[in-house]
């Protein structure tokens, strides 16, 4: 099987059709499904650096965190509803909560955009009604189950107290981040770094940041210049990512797969076997499943659809380029025991 991707003005479908290698060789197909797969991932990753550079340039993060609430309840209602102002996919989303991380938004918003964001958002909403409207009651669940899934490991996250570390000029750019994540990509020096001005221990004026207060062809060099190094730096984890991903897409025997699910358990085992390893995204995991819907439960269906939008071989290997090992772990950990106890749930006593 092939997965191609059809790109039209007015829609973006992904169809499924069985294609019989006879002149083609295997290494010749796997090449032809890697480069889908990558055309798939790569415009939702530019679209985030971009966000996410303009975020660094022409946002003011002292005036955007105070802005911001500070409780939990509200940061994680707030995280897990703002895919519907940044619309932008499990790949997008990833260097948009790295600068938010960075730029010192609590936690417990970040991790609940997160999770939340590549299912909670107009998009995916519109077009999973359109592809999976015989069944709205899927449709309603898979939303519903994001959103829920979200502020509970927000919520879970906003127990760790964040600490910024501050680096030293010499080895690096940037003046300090946050304990979760790994890199971030330039920020302006400490010297031209000085929001607020200081007599004696006394802090008493905010001057702005010289990100935002520069002249605009300054601001401009900055937001390309950023553009350029987040693209090369996450554009290599995630084409690793796809990579990965596509080797094992190819040697993954899908129609034998779906025979073994014969009960509840087996169905979601394969489910999540499936979620993991196809390289999709939060739109094509609803037309891949379109087939054979009529031969699993929801709670199957509901495992594939939140398991896949989230957490497929690429994103998670970008998630592991972006946040630490550690915190990452507990993020995949927290958020696949909850999908898991849902779609067992749905499984034995709903569907």
């Known amino acids: 099987m092939i997965l191609l991707v059809i790109f039209s003005k007015k829609s973006y479908q992904l169809s499924i059709i069985n294609y019989h290698f006879l002149n083609m060789s295997q290494l010749n197909y796997i090449y032809t499904l890697f480069i889908s797969n ?3 991932s790569l415009p939702f990753l530019l679209l985030g650096i971009v966000v996410s550079s303009g975020l660094l340039v022409f946002i003011d993060e002292h005036q955007l965190v105070a802005k911001l609430p500070r409780t939990r309840i ?3 209602i707030i995280g897990s509803s703002l895919g519907f102002l940044l619309p932008l996919g499990q790949y997008g989303n990833l260097p948009i909560v790295r600068r938010l991380l960075l730029q010192g938004l609590p936690i417990p918003l970040c991790i ?4 939340a964001s590549p299912t909670v958002n107009p998009f995916v909403i519109s077009n999973s009604w359109e592809v999976l409207g015989d069944h709205p009651r899927l449709v309603f669940l898979r939303i519903l ?10 919520l879970i996250f906003s127990a760790y107290p964040e600490k910024s570390v501050i680096i030293n000029e010499s080895s690096s750019v940037l003046q300090s981040r946050s304990t979760l994540v790994h ?7 400490s010297e031209e770094f000085q929001p607020f001005h200081r007599a004696g221990n006394l802090i008493y004026e905010y001057q702005g940041n010289i990100r935002t207060s520069g002249n605009i062809w300054q601001q401009l060099s900055l937001f390309v210049e950023n553009i350029i190094k ?9 084409t690793v990512g796809v990579a990965i991903s596509t080797t094992c897409q190819f040697f993954l025997p899908q129609a034998q797969l779906f025979q073994w699910g014969e009960n509840p ?4 085992l394969i489910m999540i076997v499936f979620g993991l390893l196809l390289s999709l995204n939060s739109l094509g995991s609803a037309y891949f499943l379109t087939p054979v819907l009529s031969s699993v439960l929801y709670g199957s269906a509901f495992v594939f659809l939140l398991l896949n939008s989230l957490f ?27 999908i898991l106890v849902l779609g067992l749930v749905l499984n034995f006593y709903i569907s």
């Not at 609940?112 to 999770?115: A, K």
């Open 312 to 338: 497929n071989i690429s994103s998670l290997i970008l998630l592991l380029g972006i946040i630490r090992i550690k915190f990452a772990s507990y993020i995949f950990i927290l958020t696949a025991q909850l």
């Open 145 to 154: 189950g994001a959103w829920l899934i979200a502020i509970i490991v927000g």
């Open 265 to 268: 358990l087996n169905q979601i």
């Open 112 to 115: 609940s955009f997160l999770i």
């Open 183 to 189: 890199s971030g990509t330039i920020l302006a020096p």
């Open 230 to 238: 987040e693209f090369i730096e996450l554009g290599s984890i995630l």
């Open 74 to 76: 509200l940061a994680v």
């Open 38 to 40: 990558l055309l798939i």
